[in-house]
């Protein structure tokens, strides 16, 4: 099981190909047809694309080869006319002889073009341009309950101007007043497209089969649609397409189940199957992911040992790496490669990344475990506790001694902008983040958390001690331009005691598997999953963050917001980007470890099966 853990791959939106999609932003629709492109005034001949109806926007990929494509995001707002029309009288040369059902024409002011790679940002196309596309009668059947679709984008279109400003008394309305009232239409029409197309929960019938209706989740990406449970295999079909993001799973590939939390309610499901591979869904009700992890538990391969105090005593007998360990304390709250709010965090165990040798027997070289991040120096711990006191003595009612946390959306782009560099196109609307704040320097990286001032409180994510991923972290096989100084970074620049990154990466790992970090880390795990990491014990620890990090508060927060929908949306956004403290796990001090001077040979640990690991298999 905990092979499965720490091996299993991030996974990135790039599988469903809607990277694209604006963040928050919902796909409605995908249909395969004919386009011409913005500027082209021929329309006779168009371009073999897909348009995805989004909530925000409408997506246009045109296919302009085998595998380059150049996609357009056009604003509801800036659409000037649209237009239905009758076209089955019509042929195309690159449609072929099937006849054409309808011709949709978006004329539109400006419009933002998309850069087939991600590797740059978006660009702004101020001219206006028209798109032209056509739907072939064969495509009608194959989205049976959503012939009408491109009534929805009507829908969304009209709703849009009807809040534009027609004259001067109108242009002084309010812009956020018009913009939540258009926001509010939006919501309104996708849930009427849902309730009409919706695959609710079903029991089993002659056929065996049972569907619900869920999410399948990517970082800053979801497809709604169903999931079937069959006698053999288990199914996902977005509704947005037949093809685009769907999952097929053999029940004898299932290796593991797991019941998650997604924001803050536990409704969420991950499914570990083949190699290397997981799948995360997230439900409406938690009853229905509990179902889920019911009706597939059986065919699992392993079962997940829920007493944490087994797999302590394993630790304390060297039968389980500190790696590992962790990676199991972090499953069991809650945190997930693919759940990128509750991504698994692990802490810094070094603090010396300036010297020509590192010399793992010496205690100087490592991190003081016993301190949280956000408070390692003195200064930063008083600044925290006078921040905790003035919030008190205002009155507010869950005061915070740091405003930022440890683990967060944007701590896990700012690591894997090389891997993943899409998610921070995402982040950050179309374009990278400054260069002196991207991620281009270990020692830089670790001077920034442990200065006296400033806000940065980040810990590490567990690619950066593995030998193998973290390969994809550290180098820049992408040649993404990092813009300023710093151009086309081949690689993170790495500590002088490191001369290449596998060096660097082996010698991470043998720091968090040595006897000192060993003897230490049982602080650190109260700091993060134990009794440090709530109440009067985070408080004496100088270890308390903003309220709506923490599940319990959060959701004492969103209760009392249920009758104001504008409050209850802006702190689920917060919940979202502020990051999730995990679960607490022990109720008593963690034990030490005791140093040994023969432990497991730590090559062993380097490798890609870690040794030690009892058998859990059924």
């Known amino acids: 099981v905990l092979d499965v853990l ?6 990135t939106v790039d599988e469903l190909g809607l990277l694209e999609l604006s963040d928050g932003e919902e796909c409605l629709h995908a249909i395969q047809c004919s386009i011409s492109k913005p500027k082209s005034k021929d329309s006779e001949d168009g371009e073999l694309g897909q ?41 195309m040369k690159r449609v072929g002889s099937d006849a054409l059902l309808h011709e949709v024409v978006l004329e539109f002011d400006w419009y933002w073009k998309i850069h087939p790679t991600g590797s740059v940002a978006n660009i702004r196309v101020a001219s206006p ?14 989205y049976q309950g959503h012939d009408a679709w491109y009534a929805v984008v009507e829908q969304l279109v009209k709703l849009m101007h009807s809040h534009q400003p027609n004259g001067m008394e109108e242009e002084q309305q309010d812009e956020e007043e018009r913009a939540m009232q258009v926001q509010q239409g939006i919501e309104s029409i996708v849930d009427e497209f849902y309730r009409n197309s919706r695959i609710s929960s079903m029991p089993l019938g002659q056929s065996g089969k049972e569907r619900m209706e869920c999410f399948q989740v990517y970082p800053f990406c979801s497809l709604r649609g169903s999931l079937e449970i069959g006698a053999d295999t288990v199914v996902f079909r977005p509704y947005c397409s037949d093809r685009l993001g769907r999952v097929r799973i053999k029940k004898s590939e299932i290796l593991l189940v797991r019941k998650r939390p997604y924001i803050v309610d536990c409704n969420a499901c991950e499914i570990y199957f083949g190699r290397r591979a ?23 391969r392993y079962t997940m040992i829920q007493d ?38 692990f802490p810094w165990v070094l603090s010396d990344y300036t010297s ?7 205690p100087n070289v490592y991190r003081n475990l016993s301190k949280p991040i956000a408070a390692l120096t003195e200064k930063k711990a ?21 405003g930022s946390h440890y683990s967060n959306p944007g701590i896990v782009v700012f690591f894997t902008v090389r891997q993943n560099p899409k998610l921070m196109l995402k982040l950050q609307g179309g374009s990278f983040d400054h260069p002196n704040r991207m991620f281009r320097s270990i020692p830089a990286a670790w001077a920034s958390v442990s200065s006296a001032s400033g806000s940065d409180v980040k810990e590490l994510i567990p690619q950066l001690y593995d030998p193998q991923a973290g390969l994809q972290i550290l180098r820049n096989n992408q040649y993404i331009s990092l813009g300023g100084d710093f151009g086309h970074l081949k690689k993170v620049i790495l500590p002088p005691w490191a001369t290449s990154i596998e060096e660097f990466l082996e010698k991470m790992r043998l720091a968090l598997e040595s006897d000192h970090v060993s003897s230490h880390i049982h602080a650190w795990i109260d700091l993060v999953f ?87 298999a059924k």
């Not at 348009?51 to 080869?65: A, D, M, N, Q, S």
Request: charged share 25%; with cysteine; proline share 3%.
């Open 530 to 616: 134990g009794i440090h990491a709530r109440g009067e014990g985070a408080i004496k620890h100088h270890n308390v963050f903003h309220y709506m990090t923490y599940d319990e508060i959060a959701t004492k927060h969103l209760d009392k917001a249920k009758e104001d929908a504008a409050q209850h949306r802006a702190l689920l956004m917060q919940a979202q980007e502020f990051g999730r403290s995990p679960d607490v796990l022990f109720k008593a001090s963690h034990p030490r470890k005791k140093a040994r001077e023969s432990r497991s040979g730590l090559s062993k640990l380097l490798g890609p099966c870690f040794c030690g690991v009892p058998p859990l």
């Open 6 to 11: 720490c091996q299993v791959e991030q996974g």
């Open 51 to 91: 348009i995805l109806v989004g909530t925000k926007h409408i997506y246009v990929r045109v296919v302009t080869g085998l595998e380059s494509k150049v996609q357009y995001r056009v604003p509801y707002q800036q659409v000037t006319r649209w237009d239905v029309r009758d076209c089955s009288h019509r042929r």
């Open 356 to 362: 020509d040798s590192l010399n793992l027997r010496s």
């Open 308 to 345: 944490v105090g087994h797999i302590q005593r394993l630790w304390l007998e060297d039968s389980v790496s500190n790696f590992q360990y962790l990676m199991y304390l972090n499953d069991l709250a809650g945190r997930s490669y693919k759940n990128i709010h509750r991504y698994p965090v």
């Open 278 to 300: 997981s799948v995360f869904f997230v439900f409406e009700h938690d009853e229905d992911a509990t179902r889920l992890v019911q009706r597939l538990k059986e065919f699992a």
């Open 382 to 402: 008083m600044q925290g506790l006078e921040m905790y006191q003035a919030l008190k003595e205002s009155n507010v009612e869950d005061p915070w001694m740091f």
């Open 129 to 142: 341009g028209t798109i032209h596309i056509f739907v072939k009668k064969s495509e009608r059947k194959r």
